[in-house]
């Protein structure tokens, strides 16, 4: 539950920023398992709020970032954990906070409303630094970043770099102000790729976004990748299939095993 009077007030007011406290500590031990953070590990939860999440990763003894905008919100992470230093609360907006230049974990309740520049920020760039999250996000975002085959480049490209999977459902009671709508548990890992397959993966997903209707065998000819019927029989892909209708987990085999012929599939991010 909110902590204070004014997060009390907030419970009574609209809410179109999507912020929601989670209240369920059954829900809170999934996030923090799917991750399974340890003393080595930096955490960021992001969006903290009344540190509820930040409170459970300070029990795992990682280093834990707990980036909250709200002032007031601040003042009551910073006394909460004052003496725990392992806990660093930074007062930014996590649409444009910096993210760490290391290998780095987020275990998150974050406004639905931001749901999407998050992962944007996470998951968008090349290189990236994030190895794993565990968030909640609606269910309906939630069913549309793990459909088999996504509906826009954005969305294959966050798939085919990372696994995304959906946890398990949550019920709005589960928040403070209640969502209208049901929530899921997310869980994010980064698949190890080179550079070489992260080149190769955008340059097919580029492709099949400009031409979705081609069968696999034309477009991957057009390319240029090789013996194209050979190179998808090999990933167990029918050569007359559409584009559009193959996975972004069958388009990083197809990278990878073209990588891996070509010497350079051991840079692994």
Request: with cysteine; charged share 30%.
């Amino acid at each position: 539950m909110p902590r204070n009077r004014r997060s009390r007030l907030r419970a009574d007011r609209p809410n179109p920023s999507g912020v929601h406290f989670l209240v369920s500590k059954d829900v809170l031990d999934t996030l923090v398992r799917t991750c399974t953070p340890g003393p080595d590990d930096l955490v960021l939860d992001l969006g903290a709020g009344p540190g509820v999440v930040t409170a459970a990763l300070a029990r795992t003894h990682a280093r834990v970032l707990a980036v909250e905008r709200d002032p007031e919100f601040v003042r009551t992470l910073n006394s909460r954990f004052r003496h725990n230093d392992r806990v660093r609360v930074i007062q930014a907006d996590i649409r444009t906070v910096a993210l760490p230049r290391r290998d780095f974990l987020v275990v998150a309740n974050p406004p639905y409303s931001l749901s999407t520049p998050l992962l944007r920020r996470l998951l968008g760039g090349r290189r990236p630094n994030l190895r794993s999250a565990a968030l909640t996000v609606e269910w309906g975002f939630a069913k549309r970043v793990t459909t088999p085959v996504p509906a826009s480049r954005e969305l294959a490209w966050w798939a085919s770099r990372f696994d995304i999977r959906l946890v398990r459902k949550v019920p709005a009671d589960h928040f403070r102000p209640q969502p209208t709508v049901d929530s899921a548990v997310l869980a994010i890992r980064r698949r190890p790729l080179s550079r070489t397959t992260e080149i190769l993966l955008g340059e097919i997903l580029d492709a099949v976004e400009r031409s979705p209707y081609r069968s696999a065998h034309a477009l991957v000819r057009r390319i240029g990748l090789g013996d194209a019927r050979r190179l998808l029989k090999r990933c167990d892909i029918e050569p007359g299939r559409r584009a559009a209708t193959i996975t972004p987990r069958e388009w990083r085999r197809v990278a990878e095993t073209v990588s891996a012929r070509l010497g350079r599939g051991t840079d692994a991010v």
